[in-house]
């Protein structure tokens, strides 16, 4: 089992939807990270967080510590949404600050 | 321009030639840290250096490859003997500190293609 876990795997939804991508952990950890990755492209850090809850934009990022959960919505969907979001943790033990990453979802938005 | 910055973006080497990929931090970060994304897979840790150190190399196969980040220039991920395994992006970030709440900037990645 991979310390990371995302879902779904493959999400597509219709302009304009609510969208949802769900992190679980199994690893004490000190921050998780939302990161957006477009095809053939660089990564992008929407998040960084370690409690609660944070918003820019149509984004929201969530996390419950005692849940070993987060989530990611995205509000209002755009094909330009479109892009692989990948969940990453940094571990509080003796890892340091290398992150471990899930194996990402790919998000579709149609128009 | 004040982003990650990586070079070359597409790489092409034969098998056992040696593919360097270099990365400068963001103005003012002293911390880097090399990830690998193989085909079809998730996103993989590698190294972790400061200036002129490695502080976590326990993600590097234990041949083939090396990494350094010196006092003046980029820091460089070196590949001896290719072969057509290492065939991935491989993407650089960096940190101003390394403490666990300073975020990583991720650079454009080089792409490895092996012949």
């Known amino acids: 089992k991979n310390e990371v876990e995302q879902s779904p795997q493959n999400l597509t939804a219709q302009e304009g939807e609510f969208i949802t991508i769900n992190c679980s952990y199994s690893?004490?950890?000190?921050?998780l990270h939302w990161l957006q990755q477009h095809p053939g492209g660089g990564i992008v850090s929407l998040f960084m967080?370690?409690?609660g809850k944070k918003k820019h934009g149509r984004l929201i990022a969530t996390i419950n510590i005692q849940e070993k959960h987060s989530s990611l919505h995205i509000t209002a969907s755009h094909p330009r949404d479109s892009a692989v979001y990948i969940c990453?943790?940094?571990?509080?033990?003796?890892?340091?600050?290398?992150?471990?990453f899930g194996e990402g979802t790919q998000l579709t938005v149609n128009p | 321009n004040a982003g990650v910055m990586q070079n070359p973006r597409h790489l092409v080497r034969r098998r056992g030639q040696e593919a360097r990929l270099r990365c400068s931090p963001m103005k003012g970060h002293s911390h880097v840290y090399w990830y690998r994304q193989l085909p079809e897979e998730g996103l993989k840790f590698m190294v972790y250096l400061q200036k002129e150190n490695i502080i976590d190399e326990s993600g590097m196969p234990k041949e083939r490859f090396s990494a350094e980040f010196p006092k003046e220039g980029p820091s460089i991920l070196r590949i001896q003997q290719v072969v057509r395994g290492d065939s991935a992006a491989y993407f650089c970030?960096?940190?101003?500190?390394?403490?666990?709440?300073?975020?990583?900037?991720f650079g454009d990645g080089t792409r490895l293609s092996i012949l």
């Open positions: 690893v004490g950890i000190s921050a």
């Open positions: 967080l370690s409690s």
């Open positions: 970030a960096s940190s101003r500190a390394g403490g666990f709440n300073q975020p990583q900037h």
């Open positions: 990453a943790v940094r571990s509080g033990e003796t890892s340091g600050s290398r992150l471990t």
